[in-house]
C-alpha cells in the first residue's frame, strides 16, 4: 500500500508563490506516473499537472499552464508542484496522487485513472 503525504500549503496573496511537496512511502512509486489534482468548494476534483515516470514528460491543465511547474525526485520519492502567479482561482485543496502503471508515458487526467490518494493541503490565495 502506498501512503502520499502532501505539504506545503498556505495563505498567500495574489501574485504570490508557494511550493507543494508530495512524499510517497514505497519505492514502487519510482515506477508510477504522478499527478496533481485539486478540488475548490462546491466544486468537482480538477486536473491540474502530470508527470510520467521519470519526469521526462509533463502535462498541465490550460489554467496552470505557464505559472505551475511540476517536478519529481525519485531518489527522495517527492512530487512537487511549483506555484508561481497565484490567482484567488487558485484556491483550493490540492491532492497527489499516483498511477500505477508501471513506467508509462501515457498522461492520465482523471481522477478514477489514479490509485492512491494523498489526503490534500489547503491553498488559499487573497486578493
Known amino acids: 500500500q502506498v501512503h502520499l503525504k502532501e505539504s506545503g500549503g498556505g495563505l498567500v496573496q495574489a501574485g504570490g508563490s508557494l511550493r507543494l511537496s508530495c512524499a510517497a512511502s514505497?519505492?514502487?512509486?519510482?515506477?508510477?506516473?504522478m499527478a496533481w489534482f485539486r478540488q475548490a468548494p462546491g466544486k468537482e476534483r480538477e486536473f491540474v499537472a502530470h508527470?510520467?515516470?521519470?519526469?521526462?514528460?509533463?502535462s498541465y491543465s490550460d489554467s496552470v499552464k505557464g505559472r505551475f511547474t511540476i517536478a519529481r525526485d525519485n531518489a527522495r520519492l517527492t512530487v512537487t508542484l511549483q506555484m508561481n502567479m497565484l490567482r484567488p482561482t487558485d484556491t483550493a485543496v490540492y491532492y497527489c496522487?499516483?498511477?500505477?502503471?508501471?513506467?508509462?508515458?501515457?498522461?492520465?487526467?482523471?481522477?478514477?485513472?489514479?490509485?492512491?490518494w494523498g489526503q490534500g493541503t489547503q491553498v488559499t490565495v487573497s486578493s
Open positions: 508527470i510520467n515516470w521519470n519526469g521526462g514528460k509533463t
Open positions: 514505497e519505492r514502487a512509486v519510482e515506477s508510477y506516473a
Open positions: 496522487a499516483a498511477e500505477r502503471a508501471t513506467y508509462s508515458d501515457y498522461v492520465a487526467d482523471q481522477p478514477y485513472m489514479f490509485d492512491y
